[in-house]
Structures are given as structure tokens and as C-alpha cells.
């Protein structure tokens, strides 16, 4: 393969060969790329720099479970309780496992909550924006979509009972001892 000279996008001709470019320092790339070797490259009015991104933040959270409303409520345990949340800007990815038995099993018809990390904005619209599975630890199985609330500070958990009708995830629909919930979802802040 020969080599490809590209002059009209950069200050100076880049020769481009097999296995690189003719630059064979950082600073005769920058150079050649037209910016300086701390520059920050901006791209049809993206700017890469941090200050885009100062909201970056990763990491792990319990999430706890409630029960809201209803009667007869016992709040679920589980063996496995983990999350784990990226946040880019205003947006938060959310993962979140709960299964297996341990403690006391759900109970009641309080309409399950499940704590989320970060606060959901206040002017939130409340999309739908993921989706999950529940079993019921026993023969009952769900595929569910959060339910968030502006300014919420948990997530409840629906699903299409019929074509027509929404359920809503409660304690008693986590009585067995394979219960498990995972679902991945976003949402702003």
C-alpha cells in the first residue's frame, strides 16, 4: 500500500503511510495536526475540555428497599445487594441486582421502592428509560420498566400486566426464596 499526503484540514501536509504518519514526535503530530501539544481539540463546536465534564463521577451504592402504602408490608432481604452508577453531566446510568434469600421475605401489598444514588431533577419528565426483570422467587415472572418521579429519590418498579393495565411491583411479588430484581436504567438530575 502506498502512501495518502492530507493538507487541506491541517496547517501543514500529513503524510499518512502504512503503519502511521510521517510525525514521529509528539510535538512534530501536534504540529502537523495543527494545535499545540496541551491544546484541547475541538471538534464542529464540541468542546473536549473538562469543564464539559466536571460532573463525571462512578461508583457502587447499596440500594435499599422499601415498602410504600398498602397492608401487610414486609420488606424484603437479600443475599445479593449491589448497584453501581456512572454520571455524565446530568445524566445517571443506574445497575442494580437484588436476589437471593436472606431474612425476611416480601410481603403485603405495599408498592416496592428501591433507593437510587443521586436525586432525580425536579423537572424530570418521567419517561420510561430502561427496563429489568423480576421474578418472584417462586413461579412468577416480571420484565418491568422503572418508575421515576421528579425529584425522586427512589425508583418504583411497573410492568404491563395485560395490554391495557399496569402493575406495580410489591412486597408480596418478592416472597420467594429465588427473588431477584435487576434492571439498568438512566434518568436525569
Known amino acids: 500500500m502506498g502512501s495518502l499526503t492530507v493538507s487541506k484540514l491541517f496547517r501543514s501536509p500529513v503524510a499518512v503511510a502504512d503503519g502511521g504518519t510521517s510525525a514521529t514526535t509528539a510535538a512534530d503530530a501536534a504540529e502537523a495536526l495543527g494545535v499545540g501539544v496541551t491544546d484541547t481539540p475541538t471538534f464542529v463546536g464540541v468542546n473536549l475540555g473538562d469543564e464539559n465534564l466536571n460532573d463525571y463521577d462512578e461508583g457502587t451504592f447499596t440500594p435499599t428497599v422499601t415498602l410504600v402504602g398498602g397492608t401487610g408490608n414486609t420488606v424484603p432481604e437479600y ?111
Not at 416480601?106 to 420510561?128: D, E, F, M, Q
Not at 425522586?152 to 399496569?166: K, R
Open 79 to 189: 443475599s445479593t445487594n449491589s448497584g453501581r452508577y456512572t454520571r455524565i453531566g446530568r445524566v445517571v446510568f443506574v445497575s442494580i441486582r437484588l436476589s437471593g434469600a436472606t431474612g425476611d421475605a416480601g410481603a403485603g401489598t405495599g408498592n416496592l421502592k428501591i433507593a437510587l444514588p443521586i436525586t432525580v431533577s425536579a423537572s424530570w419528565p418521567g419517561v420510561y428509560t430502561g427496563n429489568g426483570y423480576v421474578f418472584d422467587g417462586t413461579a412468577n415472572e416480571y420484565l418491568v420498566l422503572p418508575d421515576l418521579s421528579a425529584g425522586a429519590d427512589v425508583a418504583g418498579l411497573i410492568y404491563w400486566s395485560d395490554l391495557t393495565t399496569i402493575g406495580t411491583i410489591k412486597g408480596e411479588n418478592q416472597s420467594g426464596g429465588g427473588r431477584t430484581i435487576k434492571i439498568t436504567f438512566w434518568y436525569e438530575v
